[in-house]
């Protein structure tokens, strides 16, 4: 019976383990008040606000941001929030950004968090005088990136939920191993 409760006590060790990093929820990271003026000149500072949403635990570690990456180029830099001290409405951290492009040309512009390195929606803008031969804004693809809601499926608590049981079952089977009268010769 002893074997059974050490058993028991181990596997809930190990369930209790797993169940905080499972049950960690995402992060958010959004622009209050829209991208960057649509006449912006290289060398012109945008000052953009980002919200900033998540547990507490996970928003004492974000670093958010803006990532621009030059289309032509592909040359990038991110430039870090810093923070507010401010919240939102609905408990949002607010952070204030300095972005400056460096060059004209047309210029992509992600969200960063800086703590899962997810990149979140973002957009384009042209710097400076489009050339003539450029494409309308509109038909630029916007860059591919990470949903800045909580809309996607949960996959961390699954695997923790399968990884718990997976762990029960090996210390009941243990459990159960121990407890086996052996057979005499």
Do not use: C
């Amino acid at each position: 019976m002893r074997r059974l409760l050490t058993a028991a006590a181990l596997t809930l060790v190990a369930v209790a383990a797993l169940a905080g990093p499972a049950s960690a929820k995402d992060m958010s990271v959004s622009l209050s008040g829209g991208g960057p003026p649509s006449n912006i000149d290289p060398g012109e500072p945008w000052n953009a606000r980002l919200l900033v949403h998540g547990e507490p635990d996970i928003l004492a570690e974000a670093t958010p941001g803006i990532t621009i990456r030059n289309d032509d180029t592909a040359a990038s830099r991110t430039f870090d929030a810093r923070p507010t001290g401010e919240r939102a409405p609905d408990g949002q951290l607010i952070y204030r950004v300095r972005v400056v492009f460096p060059s004209e040309g047309g210029w992509s512009y992600t969200l960063v968090d800086g703590v899962t390195d997810r990149a979140y929606e973002g957009g384009y803008v042209q710097v400076g005088k489009a050339p003539a031969e450029a494409a309308p804004e509109a038909s630029r693809p916007s860059p591919a990136a990470a949903p800045a809601s909580d809309d996607s499926f949960p996959l961390w608590p699954v695997l923790g939920g399968i990884g718990a049981f997976v762990l029960a079952a090996a210390g009941a089977l243990v459990a159960v191993r121990q407890r086996r009268p052996q057979p005499t010769a």
